[in-house]
């Protein structure tokens, strides 16, 4: 049932989570599917691989831009309007991408998919917490998340087929009939919430912002491919923006988002473990595929086939947690949780070539239940401890801190295996590939930042929740 508040009290259907669970999937499948298939795209539009950063990048920027802006515009025009819109535009991006026969219309075309996956994730997890009692909202998460856990698994074995079997044209063209059934659904099932004596947009703080956030993620993407050296500034402005907003323009009244919304000791503590966390394991999407197909000789198609015991360990980890964490409580749950997620990728540095299958199918089984309890536990914390009215903003917030530790752990992801490379190879790049020790050393090091994590969840109250968590029944 709808939380009252200031919204439409609108009946639930049951097949509210399926909706948002496809706009996951959809915009988690996009990146994962054209990331392999960049270089058959770069041959066919005539162009050299490297110039097919900017496809990603123009994708990445975009949504940084305007995630702010989504909790506001779900708020002020309601969240069914704004979702199906989000599915309608991200669609036509899709549509124009397939269409395109040049570098330079690709890229705005990525420009329009980002705007519309922008709206898609952020508003459809806004959904979630409007619409469901704080009693079932980690069940809800839990279950719309895994089709968002799926998309980087089974994106680099769609990828492959596509470009290799029939044109890269249709890694974008798939999209298109998950987009209607979504907004089919969407349509006849999201109800329309939305907010009464909304305060008027704060424009300035959107730009100042999404600036910083834009600007810091650009620094952060392009630094191991052009040094941190000649980003520093970069980063560095983006970083100074950023703080004169918080510093700043948040105290105002009617904010973008006001320092009042860390008030919450859940949300607080949550902010900090998600950028903690996300950093590390961020890397982990990016290090995987290219380790089995490096390092260990796997074809593409193996590679992306022993990447499934991953979404399978990530299925059995959402069950889990429905169990666990009401009876640990956050604090306590977390803290094993944190613990375990460091050891477990800290133990990829054991896997070399001669490792046995089974024992690869059976860490990243595990690998994938322990980091998906993780951030459903995390991102729980976070919405759960929000009143009503700062659901919006906290979920537009969650969504930022979570686009920038993914491209903070992709650029970290690349600057170990760059690090450990020039150190393996006496101080100069080769060409022959790389050996497995590098990736091993990597693993082991992000694992290690993972474990500091551990101490940002030493923070949490002693009992494992604040106050208004005693709902799920932890004793």
């Known amino acids: 049932m709808a939380n009252s508040g200031d919204s439409v009290n609108t009946p639930i259907s049951n097949a509210m989570p399926w909706i948002v669970g496809v706009s996951f999937f959809m915009q988690s499948i996009d990146g994962s599917v054209l990331n392999n298939a960049i270089p058959k795209m770069a041959i066919a539009l005539k162009v050299n691989p490297l110039q097919m950063q900017s496809v990603v990048i123009a994708y990445l920027l975009t949504t940084a831009l305007f995630i702010p802006i989504s909790g506001?515009?779900?708020?002020?025009?309601?969240?069914?309007?704004?979702?199906?819109?989000?599915?309608?535009?991200?669609?036509?991006?899709?549509?124009?991408?397939?269409?395109?026969?040049?570098?330079?219309?690709?890229?705005?075309?990525?420009?329009?998919?980002?705007?519309?996956?922008?709206?898609?994730?952020?508003?459809?997890?806004?959904?979630?917490?409007?619409?469901?009692?704080?009693?079932?909202?980690?069940?809800?998460?839990?279950?719309?998340?895994?089709?968002?856990?799926?998309?980087?698994?089974?994106?680099?074995?769609?990828?492959?087929?596509?470009?290799?079997?029939?044109?890269?044209?249709?890694?974008?063209?798939?999209?298109?009939?998950?987009?209607?059934?979504?907004?089919?659904?969407?349509?006849?099932?999201?109800?329309?919430?939305?907010?009464?004596?909304?305060?008027?947009?704060?424009?300035l703080g959107f730009i100042v912002f999404s600036a910083s956030v834009a600007i810091l993620s650009l620094g952060l993407e392009r630094a191991p491919a052009n040094g941190w050296e000649r980003n520093v500034l970069v980063i560095s402005f983006g970083l100074t923006l950023m703080l004169f907003y918080w510093l700043g323009l948040a105290k105002r009244r009617g904010a973008l988002f006001q320092v009042s919304i860390f008030e919450k000791p859940g949300f607080f503590t949550g902010i900090c473990g998600n950028l903690c966390s996300r950093v590390g394991s961020g890397a982990m999407p990016f290090m995987i595929p290219i380790f089995l197909q490096l390092a260990l000789g796997f074809s593409p198609v193996r590679a992306g086939l022993f990447m499934l015991p991953q979404a399978v360990g990530s299925i059995i980890g959402k069950r889990i947690i429905t169990i666990l964490l009401p009876k640990a409580g956050f604090r306590r749950f977390l803290l094993v949780n944190t613990i375990s997620l460091g050891l477990i990728i800290s133990s990829f540095s054991l896997i070399g070539v001669h490792t046995a299958y089974w024992y690869l199918i059976t860490i990243f089984m595990i690998y994938g239940a322990i980091n998906s309890m993780q951030f459903t536990a995390?991102?729980?914390?976070?919405?759960?401890?929000?009143?009503?009215?700062?659901?919006?903003?906290?979920?537009?917030?969650?969504?930022?801190?979570?686009?920038?530790?993914?491209?903070?752990?992709?650029?970290?992801?690349?600057?170990?295996?760059?690090?450990?490379?020039?150190?393996?190879?006496?101080?100069?790049?080769?060409?022959?590939?790389?050996?497995?020790s590098i990736f091993q050393k990597a693993f082991f090091v992000v694992g290690l930042i993972i474990l500091t994590a551990s101490l940002v969840m030493r923070k949490l109250p002693k009992d494992g929740r604040p106050d208004n968590l005693r709902l799920f029944g932890a004793n």
């Open 378 to 436: 995390l991102n729980s914390l976070i919405l759960i401890d929000l009143g009503h009215h700062k659901a919006g903003p906290g979920n537009s917030l969650l969504s930022v801190v979570i686009q920038i530790c993914s491209n903070s752990g992709v650029a970290m992801g690349a600057a170990l295996l760059g690090l450990f490379a020039l150190i393996d190879q006496g101080g100069a790049f080769r060409a022959d590939l790389p050996s497995d």
């Open 72 to 203: 506001w515009l779900a708020d002020r025009f309601g969240i069914r309007r704004i979702f199906c819109l989000a599915i309608i535009i991200f669609s036509l991006g899709s549509l124009a991408c397939a269409l395109s026969g040049t570098l330079k219309a690709l890229v705005l075309s990525r420009v329009l998919q980002g705007l519309g996956g922008a709206l898609l994730v952020p508003v459809g997890r806004l959904a979630v917490v409007k619409s469901y009692d704080r009693t079932d909202l980690i069940r809800v998460l839990s279950f719309v998340s895994v089709p968002s856990l799926l998309g980087p698994v089974c994106g680099p074995l769609a990828g492959g087929f596509f470009v290799e079997y029939a044109s890269w044209h249709w890694i974008f063209i798939i999209n298109l009939p998950f987009g209607f059934f979504g907004f089919w659904l969407a349509l006849k099932y999201m109800p329309d919430l939305r907010e009464n004596n909304l305060e008027s947009f704060d424009y």
